[in-house]
């Protein structure tokens, strides 16, 4: 969250760590930390699983917490806060909680709602009329920013480098699910007119200090970092990165947006959870909860049944209603189960960023709790795939050639895909159709993304008929289609890599006639304007600036500005 690859990744970049500490936790209760005790079956099981997952996962640490709606039942910590010097998770370490700070923000929003100080459903203009941001489909309210349904194009803040830039709405308000990290600055704006403090006093004042979240950091800041567990991402930015890849520590940060400025140590998250479970008793009215819990939009990024409240998921897990989030920021991911219905809660946290969240630790957490309350048997744990083992590699098995006789040769051995190249490159499956290297500096620069047959109706997978990578594009004897592509004359001066001053490695290309970022299609909808990704409507757009001797020198993607480089 807060940089160009870290919010819903629209990007192709997008040795295994120790994790010798992982298997034995330290459990530090309420306080300091405790001396080992007798562990129950739940702690058993959630450590093997914990184990288990950080393994398979390639996380240096995690930090975690369980309660309940009237206590802390346990705070525990695995593995490295930092692994070059091999220091062991703590219980006064903050981990940052990314968009999970988003619920923090609603509940602000709730509470002056409870006051009569704001309309959610007002024109956000009535409050702040200076709002860079053009909306032609219609007046955006406080509601729509709340629920990701406003239109506006997931930017990480409300400024942009050219003062005379603006953000551009894509849809009616409330037409579709967009997540949007923009909606949630532009509300911090709101509280800071109304509340007449700066967002990090006024969340101190109205959430931390009220339920003695006493350790929390309300902002990122090099000082918080001090008490934070060191953060790790990949090595190899500028690649694609298999699940077990290189990690590096990542410098200190700033960052001080309502999207998600949070970092916390594990016993202030529990306190946290447990305010939820008892609705937001004492810190917004039995309404103001009832509207943060109510399902307004279908969001399925977070799973085939979840809907969208105000700054939190609503989901339906084993027939409970229950609250969830993550949060990923550039080198920490995050996650919450909070079960209504039973009332227990959990989080966990760890400190590395490659693309996934620790999303089934925290519901397999809050799956034992319930078995325990309930004194049903406790369910086993669903078992961690591995990325490498692909069933159906034999789909993917076979020859593909490019237009200039260029050749790909993938052959199945057993559960494992693996391409012909200098040796045989074991490949990890990312998504669907969607594969990676596992070896650094052999095919890493982008994904392999197989292509199927149209389907014809029923129930067998259509065959695999080409692949991709990156710019370079092969098909196999099956393929039927089209094999010249006509490329627009204007596309040579924008295809390139680009970087951002965060860091942020992206490369735009031809293929197939047509111009991708990444991973992602670009649909052109002006003057070097494009559409980033499928759906006709989505907000985020890529537009390249500065064509100076036949090269676009900026591209402006979602409102970052990335520089072109030449290496």
Same mark, same amino acid.
Not at 125 to 133: D, T
Not at 366 to 372: E, G, N, S
Not at 396 to 410: I, M, Q, T
Not at 545 to 560: N, W
């Given at each position: 969250?807060?940089?160009?690859?870290?919010?819903?990744?629209?990007?192709?970049?997008?040795?295994?760590?120790?994790?010798?500490?992982?298997?034995?936790?330290?459990?530090?209760?309420?306080?300091?930390?405790?001396?080992?005790?007798?562990?129950?079956?739940?702690?058993?099981?959630?450590?093997?699983?914990?184990?288990?997952?950080? #393994?398979?996962?390639?996380?240096?640490?995690?930090?975690?917490?369980?309660?309940?709606?009237?206590?802390?039942?346990?705070?525990?910590?695995?593995?490295?806060?930092?692994?070059?010097?091999?220091?062991?998770?703590?219980?006064?370490?903050?981990?940052?909680?990314?968009?999970?700070?988003?619920?923090?923000?609603?509940?602000?929003?709730?509470?002056?709602?409870?006051?009569?100080?704001?309309?959610?459903?007002?024109?956000?203009?009535?409050?702040?009329?200076?709002?860079?941001?053009?909306?032609?489909?219609?007046?955006?309210?406080?509601?729509?920013?709340?629920?990701?349904?406003?239109?506006?194009?997931?930017?990480?803040?409300?400024?942009?480098?050219?003062?005379?830039?603006?953000?551009?709405?894509?849809?009616?308000?409330?037409?579709?699910?967009?997540?949007?990290?923009?909606?949630?600055?532009?509300?911090?704006?709101?509280?800071?007119?109304?509340?007449?403090?700066?967002?990090?006093?006024?969340?101190?004042?109205?959430?931390?200090?009220?339920?003695?979240?006493?350790?929390?950091?309300?902002?990122?800041?090099?000082?918080?970092?001090?008490?934070?567990?060191?953060?790790?991402?990949?090595?190899?930015?500028?690649?694609?990165?298999?699940?077990?890849?290189?990690?590096?520590?990542?410098?200190?940060?700033?960052?001080?947006?309502?999207?998600?400025?949070?970092?916390?140590?594990?016993?202030?998250?529990?306190?946290?959870?447990?305010?939820?479970?008892?609705?937001?008793?004492?810190?917004?009215?039995?309404?103001?909860?009832?509207?943060?819990?109510?399902?307004?939009?279908?969001?399925?990024?977070?799973?085939?049944?979840?809907f969208y409240g105000y700054g939190i998921?609503?989901?339906?897990?084993?027939?409970? #209603?229950?609250?969830?989030?993550?949060?990923?920021?550039?080198?920490?991911?995050?996650?919450?189960?909070?079960?209504?219905?039973?009332?227990?809660?959990?989080?966990?946290?760890?400190?590395?960023?490659?693309?996934?969240?620790?999303?089934?630790?925290?519901?397999?957490?809050?799956?034992?709790?319930?078995?325990?309350?309930?004194?049903?048997?406790?369910?086993?744990?669903?078992?961690?795939?591995?990325?490498?083992?692909?069933?159906?590699?034999?789909?993917?098995?076979?020859?593909?050639?490019?237009? &200039?006789?260029?050749?790909?040769?993938?052959?199945a051995n057993g559960k494992r895909l693996?391409?012909?190249?200098?040796?045989?490159?074991?490949?990890?499956?990312?998504?669907?159709?969607?594969?990676?290297?596992?070896?650094?500096?052999?095919?890493?620069?982008?994904?392999?993304?197989?292509?199927?047959?149209?389907?014809?109706?029923?129930?067998?997978?259509?065959?695999?008929?080409?692949?991709?990578?990156?710019?370079?594009?092969?098909?196999?004897?099956?393929?039927?289609?089209?094999?010249?592509?006509?490329?627009?004359?204007?596309?040579?001066?924008?295809?390139?890599?680009?970087?951002?001053?965060?860091?942020?490695?992206?490369?735009?290309?031809?293929?197939?006639?047509?111009?991708?970022?990444?991973?992602?299609?670009?649909?052109?909808?002006?003057?070097?304007?494009?559409?980033?990704? &499928?759906?006709?409507?989505?907000?985020?757009?890529?537009?390249?600036?500065?064509?100076?001797?036949?090269?676009?020198?900026?591209?402006?993607?979602?409102?970052?500005?990335?520089?072109?480089?030449?290496?």
């Open positions: 969250m807060g940089h160009l690859l870290d919010r819903r990744t629209f990007l192709s970049l997008g040795g295994g760590t120790a994790i010798a500490a992982a298997a034995s936790p330290r459990l530090w209760g309420l306080g300091a930390i405790a001396a080992p005790a007798a562990k129950d079956e739940v702690e058993s099981k959630l450590d093997a699983f914990t184990a288990a997952y950080m #393994k398979a996962m390639n996380a240096p640490g995690m930090t975690q917490a369980l309660t309940d709606k009237t206590a802390t039942i346990r705070t525990a910590g695995y593995g490295f806060a930092n692994l070059e010097l091999k220091t062991p998770v703590s219980p006064d370490q903050l981990f940052q909680i990314g968009s999970i700070t988003k619920s923090f923000t609603a509940l602000i929003m709730l509470q002056l709602r409870d006051e009569g100080k704001v309309d959610l459903h007002r024109p956000v203009l009535e409050y702040l009329p200076w709002l860079p941001v053009n909306m032609p489909y219609g007046p955006i309210t406080a509601h729509h920013l709340l629920t990701h349904s406003s239109g506006l194009p997931d930017a990480s803040a409300i400024f942009q480098s050219d003062p005379a830039a603006r953000h551009v709405q894509g849809f009616a308000p409330g037409a579709h699910f967009h997540y949007c990290n923009l909606g949630f600055a532009i509300l911090g704006r709101i509280i800071e007119k109304l509340d007449g403090r700066p967002w990090y006093q006024c969340l101190q004042a109205r959430i931390l200090a009220p339920l003695s979240m006493t350790q929390t950091a309300a902002v990122i800041t090099i000082n918080s970092s001090a008490r934070s567990a060191t953060g790790y991402q990949p090595f190899f930015d500028d690649q694609v990165f298999p699940r077990q890849g290189r990690l590096v520590p990542r410098p200190p940060e700033v960052f001080d947006s309502p999207a998600g400025s949070i970092a916390a140590p594990p016993g202030d998250m529990a306190i946290y959870l447990r305010m939820l479970l008892n609705g937001g008793h004492g810190i917004v009215s039995a309404d103001g909860f009832r509207l943060l819990s109510t399902p307004y939009m279908q969001a399925t990024e977070f799973s085939p049944r979840s998921a609503v989901d339906v897990l084993d027939g409970h #209603k229950i609250l969830r989030h993550t949060g990923g920021m550039n080198c920490f991911a995050s996650s919450i189960h909070v079960d209504l219905d039973a009332g227990v809660a959990a989080f966990a946290s760890i400190n590395a960023m490659q693309g996934y969240r620790p999303t089934a630790v925290t519901q397999y957490a809050v799956q034992l709790l319930r078995a325990k309350h309930d004194a049903k048997p406790l369910p086993a744990a669903e078992a961690l795939a591995d990325p490498a083992e692909v069933d159906n590699a034999g789909e993917y098995a076979g020859v593909f050639r490019s237009a &200039n006789g260029k050749e790909l040769v993938f052959k693996l391409l012909d190249g200098a040796g045989q490159i074991v490949l990890q499956r990312s998504s669907g159709d969607s594969f990676v290297s596992t070896v650094p500096g052999s095919f890493s620069d982008y994904s392999l993304i197989f292509v199927r047959e149209q389907p014809a109706g029923g129930t067998t997978p259509s065959p695999v008929v080409e692949v991709s990578y990156g710019p370079n594009w092969y098909a196999n004897a099956a393929y039927h289609g089209d094999r010249e592509f006509t490329v627009p004359a204007a596309y040579s001066a924008l295809t390139g890599r680009y970087r951002s001053d965060s860091g942020d490695d992206v490369r735009v290309f031809v293929r197939k006639g047509k111009l991708w970022l990444g991973d992602t299609l670009l649909t052109e909808i002006g003057s070097y304007l494009f559409r980033i990704g &499928n759906d006709s409507w989505s907000p985020d757009t890529a537009e390249f600036l500065t064509i100076v001797e036949g090269h676009a020198r900026l591209l402006r993607a979602i409102g970052e500005d990335c520089w072109r480089i030449e290496v």
